[in-house]
């Protein structure tokens, strides 16, 4: 992987620079080369990748730069680390929470760490969430589970306050702390209801009430989003079934007895 890093480098027609592996997981393998960082990935994800960077950083994001994208992956800004600053962070995913648009969806290429989803534009959000982000993901599992999940999905209420720029996998994983403020990485963007980036925040914690107060001091959330997140929540679970396995079937079925 090191020389598909070093090629990848090349064709960006930048100078070689000693590689310091980063990290590696569902995402992709990272190297950092000098100023830049090096991401292996399939070509059809990274340029997913490389396209939620640039919308996330033309509504104002701080995002890594992309320089190059192919079908061995992408290369971005290095990124240094900084202090801290959850209420920064409250306000930035507010601000992008904010701007509304009548069209809900994604240009394709539109991916979850590896896992390839339809593209396209929708007025209906209600439909489009259940067709092009659900039903996908329901592939694999045991016909009575996808069932259930699709009988309690069936219950719950989607409310439309418009469709906003959503990073669409905001865990802390993804957001990074530099000297100029935070930063957002490997998005799956896309235009949605809000209550998809803050059913991920929730789900997995890792956010403080710096960051709670801060959101809604800008961003006020209405009681009928808050009740709707364990909607957007199915999502996330049924993609970390798919990522990993049968490890989230307990806590996909304990949401869906609620």
Partial sequence: MRALAEALLRRAGLPAAPLERLAQGHAGELW???????????????????AGLRALAAAGARVPAVHHVDDDGLLLDFLPPGPEDWPA??????????????????DPPLYIA??????????????????????????????????????????????TEGACLCHGDLWRGNVLFTPDGPALIDPSAQRA??????????????????????????????????????????????????????????????????
């Fill in 32 to 50: 950092r080369a000098g100023d830049h960082v090096v991401k292996l990935a399939p070509g059809d994800a990274a340029r997913a990748e490389a």
């Fill in 89 to 106: 962070l409250g306000r930035l995913v507010a601000a992008l929470h904010a701007e509304r648009t009548a069209t809900y969806g994604a």
């Fill in 114 to 159: 590896t896992i390839p989803l339809p593209a396209g534009h929708a007025a209906d959000w209600p439909r489009l969430y259940r067709e092009q982000r659900i039903e996908p993901l329901l592939d694999g599992l045991a016909p009575a589970r996808a069932d259930r999940v699709r009988a309690w999905l069936d219950r719950q209420d989607l409310p």
């Fill in 193 to 258: 209801e809000r209550g998809l980036d803050l059913a991920m925040i929730r789900l997995f914690g890792g956010f403080p009430e710096a960051f709670h107060r801060a959101y809604r001091e800008a961003l006020p959330v209405p009681d009928a989003v808050e009740r709707s997140l364990p909607a957007y929540e199915l999502y996330f679970l049924l993609v970390h079934v798919r990522l990993f396995g049968s490890g989230y079937h307990a806590a996909l079925d304990q949401l869906v007895r609620g």
